[in-house]
């Protein structure tokens, strides 16, 4: 573990697409509901307009599984011009239940790679959206041991980083953060002046994708895969001990 009072001295590390399959599971979701729709109307933009109430409808119901099925149902009623079934709404409120219970498929790589870091820095989970449901893919992804702390937040922006780095005791300047989201994971630690490690996935929600790094991006690297996180890091924590 780090000792000295310089350099990185806590990892967190994001869940969902950083450590397990989330997002594949969401889009599936949303073609199956684009399905649905088109028993009704003809449109091209169905995916759009969901995510308009989705976006709208976050500071009501937050992220999550939940958030999107009362969304995709407020979407369908007024997409439709309120024709829909009520056989359809109950297929809409069955898709959400298969999102509930999708199967937690960690990612390659991540077991070995958690395990490292956590050999040399006390590492944390923080991740965002249903309390219920992340408490579950946690357990279920059998990764909750190598993590100090779990923290399951209702958003991801500086306020929520600059308390839990006060709850956790660590200098913003000494916090690396790990994610494949630049908008959750990495903008708002920048922010504050900590460190991070961006680890693109191959999907990613629209909202997730709406970020424009403005400063730190120096305290920052991306990196093709999380095998190749120990190097990204150790890169940071020299910079982070000048």
Do not use: C
Request: proline share 2%; charged share 25%.
């Amino acid at each position: 573990m780090q000792t000295s009072n310089r350099g990185i001295a806590m990892v967190g590390f994001d869940a969902d697409d950083t450590l397990w399959r989330s997002q594949d599971y969401f889009d599936d979701a949303q073609a199956q509901f684009e399905r649905i729709i088109s028993h009704y109307v003809d449109l091209d933009d169905v995916g759009k307009r969901l995510y308009g109430y989705e976006s709208r409808n976050i500071a009501f119901f937050g992220y999550g599984v939940k958030g999107m099925a009362l969304s995709m149902v407020e979407a369908a009623v007024d997409i439709t011009d309120a024709r829909i079934k009520a056989s359809d709404i109950k297929r809409i409120v069955a898709i959400a239940k298969q999102l509930l219970r999708h199967p937690v498929e960690v990612l390659d790589d991540v077991r070995e790679a958690v395990t490292a870091i956590a050999a040399k820095y006390p590492v944390v989970l923080i991740t965002k959206g249903d309390l219920f449901h992340q408490e579950a893919k946690v357990r279920e992804s059998g990764l909750s041991d190598l993590f100090r702390r779990i923290e399951v937040v209702s958003e991801k922006d500086p306020t929520t980083y600059a308390r839990l780095f006060e709850e956790f005791g660590v200098d913003p300047s000494r916090f690396l953060m790990v994610g494949n989201s630049l908008r959750s994971d990495i903008q708002p630690v920048l922010e504050l002046g900590g460190w991070g490690v961006y680890v693109p996935y191959h999907l990613t929600w629209m909202h997730e994708a709406s970020a424009q790094l403005t400063q730190g991006r120096e305290r920052m690297r991306e990196i093709d895969g999380i095998g190749n996180l120990s190097q990204a890091i150790s890169d940071l924590d020299a910079l982070a001990s000048m």
